[in-house]
């Protein structure tokens, strides 16, 4: 099944917001409905696709012309991806960034024969897996260019359930992955918010990282093994768990969003399937309170393994439970919502539930129950859906995350808050400006945050000095451009400055290596040469 293509996930799920919340965006933030209706797809005027001569290389490349697309609605759908301006655009008729072609190959060596085949017509090549990119990174700076999908390369290859490892083809959707392990009794424990709808290659191409990573911890921390395809060959990582033998290639990979090549395989880690799971809730009297209480487990134990903490708006909002709002369910006391959630063999997570509710009722936390934890479980993929709700109703809303020591996160929490407040404010369109924290560590944790608004009369225009402002905020108070979201196009300034000169020059020298002429997602992470 293929993503609505003018929003997201499955179009039988979207559902339009309760008549409170649209209340409260008219009279809060002043949110008008539409004026004109959405593009309908057949209505979307598309550039021409890729010549002849290339499309004859492609279908020699992947084994036929049945597995190269050129119909309008394949090209829509592997339009950008899921940022809000995407959507926006996308709804606009604005497809000026699909691809000349849609390429579906189903092997390894029928990606290099792609590569060598866009490499000889002057064409660049996107791998596109779910299609879930919010930052750009399926928009490369070249106008002719094939999305490379990887649907077909969705098998299990392998599985060592001595090593606990499992080795998985990069197309693979994530439910898919685990429905495979679950026969053996394992999980790979990797949860985000994309989770029904991203790959396993876009999970390690993004550095992902799911909302079960305090027990689970990030997917590139459970990669063990990466195949990569590059115009000039194949570059194999990972023989061993850990390794002494020079720099660890993973790591370059991890993270390249397609720009050194296309990742083929993924050796992981692997846990047994837990015999229970319990989410509850707890509330603190501010953020600041709360935070405090997730250090303490993150840095002491016992560690749940799933930790996050609303701030004030969005407790009040009940974003900490996105099927809650404008419900009778939705909270209504002051305060922060904290949600832990705890996998595993009962005994153990008897022991630590016990062990986290003293470290958290010393910390100024009050007990809520099974209720408001189990509430978030089920509505934690609700979120994207209530974003296209939003934007149906005629208000703009979109996500922006980071991360930092946890000495540091006061700073950047108040930095960002402010820059999208002030810079909002001033055009005219008062924000409401949530966060939560959704992954610890022992020395620092991400800041997540959700910004509802007006949308002016450009929306996507609108929104650029905000986010612009945001990000310089995120530089200056010390935190990461990108947590967990990726770099693309749109962070793709500010990574410079974060790796700085000598660094990015290293990244080009790689780059210049692997993909002399430029094809794999030429402008995405770094600039086009």
């Known amino acids: 099944m293929d993503m609505l293509w003018s929003g997201w996930g499955d179009p039988a799920k979207a559902a339009p917001l309760p008549d409170a919340v649209t209340g409260l965006l008219r009279d809060l933030l002043g949110v008008k409905p539409r004026d004109t209706a959405p593009h309908a797809l057949d209505e979307i005027p598309l550039s021409e696709p890729a010549p002849d001569p290339a499309l004859r290389a492609l279908a020699d490349a992947v084994g036929g012309p049945a597995h190269v697309r050129t119909d309008a609605e394949t090209r829509i759908r592997h339009t950008r991806g899921k940022s809000t301006p995407d959507l926006l655009k996308i709804r606009a008729g604005d497809a000026g960034d699909a691809p000349a072609a849609v390429v579906l190959p189903s092997t390894h060596d029928e990606v290099l024969a792609v590569l060598r085949a866009c490499a000889e017509h002057g064409l660049a090549v996107v791998p596109f897996g779910g299609g879930t990119s919010v930052v750009g990174g399926l928009a490369p700076e070249r106008s002719a260019f094939v999305a490379l999908d990887l649907r077909r390369m969705n098998a299990m290859l392998a599985i060592d359930p001595v090593s606990r490892t499992a080795t998985l083809q990069p197309g693979l959707r994530a439910p898919d992955a685990e429905a495979l392990l679950a026969e053996y009794g394992f999980t790979l424990g990797h949860f985000p918010q994309s989770y029904e709808w991203a790959t396993i290659g876009g999970f390690a191409a993004a550095r992902s990282s799911g909302q079960a990573s305090a027990g689970y911890g990030r997917f590139d921390e459970m990669v063990l093994g990466l195949t990569l395809a590059t115009p000039e060959g194949t570059l194999d990582t990972g023989r061993a768990p850990r390794s002494a033998a020079g720099p660890d290639l993973r790591q370059l990979v991890l993270g390249s969003e397609g720009a050194f090549g296309v990742i083929t395989s993924v050796t992981v880690r692997i846990r047994p399937l837990p015999r229970t ?8 009297a501010s953020f600041e309170e709360g935070a405090t209480a997730l250090r303490r487990l993150a840095q002491d134990g016992p560690r749940p393994t799933v930790l996050r903490l609303s701030d004030e708006t969005e407790t009040f909002v009940g974003l900490a439970q996105p099927d809650a709002i404008g419900s ?23 022991r630590r539930r016990e062990e986290a509710a003293a470290v958290l009722r010393a910390a100024g936390g009050t007990y809520l129950g099974a209720e408001p934890g189990e509430r978030w479980a089920h509505g934690r993929y609700s979120a994207p859906y209530l974003r296209d709700a939003l934007l149906d109703a005629g208000a703009f809303a979109e996500t922006l995350e980071t991360a ?21 404010t001033a055009a005219g369109t008062p924000p409401l400006v949530m966060c939560h924290i959704s992954h610890v560590y022992e020395n620092g944790a991400s800041l997540y945050f959700t910004v509802v608004s007006a949308q002016g009369e450009d929306a996507v225009a609108h929104w650029a000095p905000a986010k612009e402002a945001a990000n310089e905020a995120v530089l200056s108070a010390g935190g990461t451009i990108s947590h967990h979201h990726g770099v693309g196009t749109d962070h793709r300034d500010w990574y410079l400055r974060e790796a700085g000169p000598l660094g990015v020059e290293a990244l080009r020298a790689v780059k210049r290596r692997l993909d002399p002429d430029d094809v794999l997602n030429p402008g995405i992470l770094l600039p086009v040469d």
Do not use: D, N, Q
Request: net charge negative; hydrophobic share 40%.
């Open 404 to 424: 930092t020591f946890w000495s540091r996160v006061p700073e950047l929490y108040a930095a960002v808050r402010t820059a999208l407040t002030e810079t909002l």
């Open 328 to 350: 009778a369910g939705a909270p209504a006391a002051a305060g922060c919502t904290a949600i832990a959630g705890y996998e595993g063999t009962e005994e153990e997570t008897a």
């Open 277 to 284: 799971r319990v989410y509850e809730g707890w509330r603190f």
